[in-house]
């Protein structure tokens, strides 16, 4: 059961435009969402997060928005430049007793063109 | 550099047979995470570890166990290893044990290999 999706594994965008990243959950109970970047032979680092009683979180050129609703947050880079070029995981936070684990997405390549 | 230290960066075996796979975490973090993400496949949650003690369990099998020894470091132990064993396997650290973790430190992987 994949209780945190990112539909679509892949994404181009032209240099200086917006990137849009989307991840979509099922739990109602996840109560913070991280989103990490991932270049090749690397390991995941941490990029933004929000927390479930917030609906938008900016980092410079990266804002997180959460619809809490539609069970839906997003990721926008802007402008996006080659150096974003990445893997993008979306994660979600929950409880298991008394401890908690990050749920992560399956990840969106992300390519930014000249 | 994450300041998580995994050990080694590669691994080829054949099936059947059992490793261990290490992970040091930034200094003064207390809990450790597993996580094993195999071809295509999202990072999928194995074991936490906290100051030594185990706190939560994911999707790990029964051949697969863990530890967090005195020193905090950990190491994951796979064994009867299966052609479908092959992935990357990250470990994560953070400061905290539960509810305030807001951040996990990644390692680079051991990329496992079984032939």
């Known amino acids: 059961d994949q209780q945190v999706k990112q539909n679509s594994p892949s994404l181009s965008v032209q240099e200086g435009r917006i990137s849009i990243l989307n991840c979509d959950y099922t739990n109602s109970m996840f109560d913070y969402f991280l989103w990490y970047k991932k270049y090749p032979a690397e390991g995941p680092t941490f990029l933004i997060s929000?927390?479930?009683?917030?609906d938008k979180n900016e980092d410079g050129r990266f804002t997180v928005f959460l619809n809490k609703s539609a069970k839906h947050l997003s990721l926008h880079i802007v402008p996006s430049q080659p150096g974003d070029s990445a893997v993008y995981f979306c994660a979600a936070r929950g409880l298991i007793g008394t401890a908690s684990k990050l749920t992560f997405g399956t990840g969106t390549r992300l390519q930014v063109t000249l | 550099d994450s300041g998580v230290t995994q050990t080694p960066k590669h691994l080829i075996t054949a099936t059947g047979q059992r490793v261990t796979l290490r992970c040091s975490p930034r200094s003064g973090d207390l809990s450790v995470y597993w996580y094993q993400q195999s071809l295509d496949q999202g990072l999928q949650f194995l074991i936490h570890y906290y100051n030594g003690e185990e706190r939560a369990k994911g999707n790990i099998l029964e051949r697969f166990s863990a530890q967090q020894f005195p020193d905090l470091h950990s190491e994951l132990n796979l064994s009867s290893l299966e052609l479908g064993d092959s992935a990357l396997y990250f470990c994560a650290s953070s400061v905290a044990a539960q509810g305030v973790d807001t951040e996990a430190f990644f390692g680079q992987g051991t990329r496992l290999t079984v032939v």
């Open positions: 929000i927390s479930s009683i917030k």
